[in-house]
């Protein structure tokens, strides 16, 4: 037994100042109280397990205090929503309880008088919107699309530089510029065509940039796949790259359009307001909303007036509102389905 106890070894040797011996009498069944490991810090085991503790309770803390700022931030951003839609809710809504307010127009009305309609307002917003986006969402998406699949070289960092510049355009600069293009240079009158391209200078630049952040979420591997199977390139963003970012494509489009629906500067040096029905962008004063707010707030000591301007900003908002779930509904039965 002993030379079976001699030929250990050397690492099976127990280590200095541990005992090798069985339980003691009269102590713990592992080994005395004295031969016990000691845990970290020179404390107890209660001890070392309250300071393991300790993190996690400042990760707690940090949580808390950070979903608290959180919050109060997102409360704090909501309130002057709330407060301007509550506003213009409530002091517009009973306008736009009249059948007239959605099938007449402002012709002889004064502005003491009560009453009149909107739809003329409503028709013009409407046809000038669709001709902006008609002009600025193919040139946008197009645009985005030669960026990320083909732009290579200075042209397109010099059409990428243009794109940031238009960014920052304010809406006034916009419409002066193509006040000095249209009535300057080729004196044109000033009609809501004018207007129109004003606002597609404003437009571009949000379907450019929306879309272009679309299309590099689409993850590579579905182009090398489609390329893989010999599809041509142009067919590969058509048919893959496009229908994937969809969705995306179709809220830059709607950021687009919420953007250039309430402009008023370019309206009210391009395209003067009419209180008649007019449907013809290219001749004579165009009716839109913007203009016609801008119309009663001159007057807005009197009642009436201002009945008709909060209706009219409401109606405004609604529309909005309308063609955002109208943009939804598209984006998701054009989407891919998974």
């Known amino acids: 037994m002993t030379a079976a106890i001699d030929r250990r070894m050397p690492d099976d040797r127990a280590p200095e100042g541990r005992s090798t011996r069985g339980p003691v009498a009269g102590g713990n069944q592992h080994g005395s109280t004295a031969d016990a490991p000691t845990p970290p810090g020179g404390g107890t085991g209660r001890d070392a397990l309250s300071e393991m503790n300790h993190p996690h309770r400042a990760r707690a803390l940090k949580n808390a205090v950070a979903r608290v700022v959180m919050w109060a931030a997102f409360a704090l951003a909501m309130m002057p929503l709330v407060w301007i839609l509550g506003t213009v809710l409530v002091k517009g809504f009973s306008m736009l309880t009249t059948m007239t307010w959605w099938t007449g127009n402002q012709r002889n009305i004064n502005s003491d008088d009560f ?51 238009l960014s920052g355009v304010p809406s006034i600069v916009a419409a002066l510029f193509i006040y000095a293009v249209w009535v300057t240079t080729f004196g044109l009158a000033r009609s809501g065509v004018a207007a129109s391209l004003a606002l ?139």
């Open 200 to 338: 597609v200078l404003l437009m571009i630049p949000v379907v450019v940039r929306s879309t272009e952040e679309m299309l590099k979420l689409v993850p590579n591997e579905l182009r090398e796949a489609a390329y893989a199977l010999g599809v041509p390139k142009w067919v590969t963003v058509v048919k893959v790259v496009l229908r994937t970012a969809f969705s995306g494509i179709v809220t830059g489009v709607l950021l687009g359009i919420a953007r250039v629906m309430g402009e008023t500067a370019p309206l009210l040096i391009l395209a003067p307001y009419t209180k008649n029905f007019q449907r013809d962008l290219f001749n004579g004063n165009f009716p839109t909303l913007p203009m016609m707010i801008n119309q009663d707030r001159g007057d807005f000591a009197l009642a009436t007036a201002a009945e008709r301007m909060w209706g009219a900003a409401l109606t405004l908002i609604i529309l909005v509102l309308l063609l955002n779930v109208l943009g939804r509904v598209i984006a998701h039965f054009g989407s891919v389905k998974k």
């Open 115 to 165: 009453g009149g309609g909107a739809r003329h307002a409503i028709e013009g917003t409407l046809t000038m919107v669709g001709f902006t986006a008609l002009i600025a969402v193919p040139i946008g998406i197009l645009t985005a699309v030669y960026l990320v699949e083909y732009g290579r070289g200075p042209l397109a960092r010099a059409i990428s530089f243009t794109v940031d510049i």
